[in-house]
């Protein structure tokens, strides 16, 4: 339920002349002590432009990585080594483009429409998750991408379901839950191929060794370099910030490796008694500024991709409208 706490009181008592208009003051008083209270915003709120253009920000590259994310496992489906695994793998992609849509729409409730956020995209003006420019070469990386990049993604998006903004804390209670699965069959399909021949247990690995390093970046950079972290802390957007969420996923990942049976590739890691988490290696921030900023490996293959979706789909579009247009011309003659 949307709240109603900042609407003017309506009835026959309020004649709109009368009506009093809060200040710009109270009504930030008024979002600071909601933030305080850790009381949920929503759409009808008043809330500081800054709050609504981090949020446009954050959601509307949040759904473009869901999206994009559709593509590096998509071209896989044709390739799926059994009707089980091809199955599974259909459902998992549409879940991304399901997650993508929920995102769009609650960034939509923001006042930007979905036109805007496509045209970022579209142009190259808007970001997404920088893991998704990178190929899947063999069968494992579909398993490796559930295992690591869905079980990064969920170590990031369980304290989005906490955002102080409702729509998109209560998006993600349900992405967070598919995300889930998606982890675990991931998982799973490794299980299985570390239990085959060499060949089938060295294609996980090269997987694993292929994709480690893009999974830590994954969370952003480093908090001392994070230019949106602290605000976006401050009003509980982000509940936790990019390095305490890359250590919490490192110390999840290492006892599930050795169960898989594999390594991973951080001559470094290893376990700090005195500060009870692992240690790891230097992740090279250059190559993910780069790829962040365009030169990734897939980048324009991906951009592309979508852009001819996009254009590819403007007949179902146009139909669509004009649908309900005639829907609702034939309703207003109804009526009349
Ligand atoms: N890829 C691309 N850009 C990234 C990035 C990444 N992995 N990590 C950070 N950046 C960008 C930020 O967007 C920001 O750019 P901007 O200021 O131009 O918008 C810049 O780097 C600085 O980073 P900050 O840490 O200051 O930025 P944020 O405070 O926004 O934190 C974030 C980055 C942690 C990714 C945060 O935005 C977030 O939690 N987003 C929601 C979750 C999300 O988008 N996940 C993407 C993966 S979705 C997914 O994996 C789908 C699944 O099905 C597999």
Known sequence: MYTQALDLPDGPQAAPAARAVPSDSALQSHFDAKMERDEKVEPRDW??????????????????????????????????PSLKRKAILIAKVQDEGGHGLYLYSAAETLGT???????????????????????????????????????????NQIPLCRCSYGPYARAMVRICKEESFHQRQGYESLLVMM???????????DAVNRWWWKCLAMFGPP??????????????????????????????TVPQAQVLGVTLPDPDLKWNEARQHHDHGPIDWDEFWSTVNGNGPCNKERLATRVAAWEDGAWVRDAALAHARKQQARSLKEAA
């Open 47 to 80: 809330m500081p432009d800054h709050y609504r253009k981090t949020l446009v920000r954050q959601i509307s590259q949040h759904a473009h990585s869901e999206i994009v994310g559709m593509l590096p496992e998509g071209n896989w489906i044709s390739r799926a």
């Open 113 to 155: 429409s979905r036109d805007q956020m496509l045209h970022a995209l579209h142009t190259g003006k808007a970001k997404y998750s920088s893991i998704f420019n990178y190929p899947t070469l063999t069968w494992a990386d579909v398993g490796v991408i559930g295992w690591l990049v869905d079980g990064a993604a969920i170590m």
């Open 195 to 205: 239990q085959g021949t060499d060949a089938q247990k060295a294609m996980v690995q």
């Open 223 to 252: 908090d001392a370099d994070s230019p949106n972290s602290a605000q976006s802390q401050r009003w509980g957007i982000k509940r936790i910030s990019n390095d305490d969420l890359r250590q919490s996923f490192i110390d999840a």
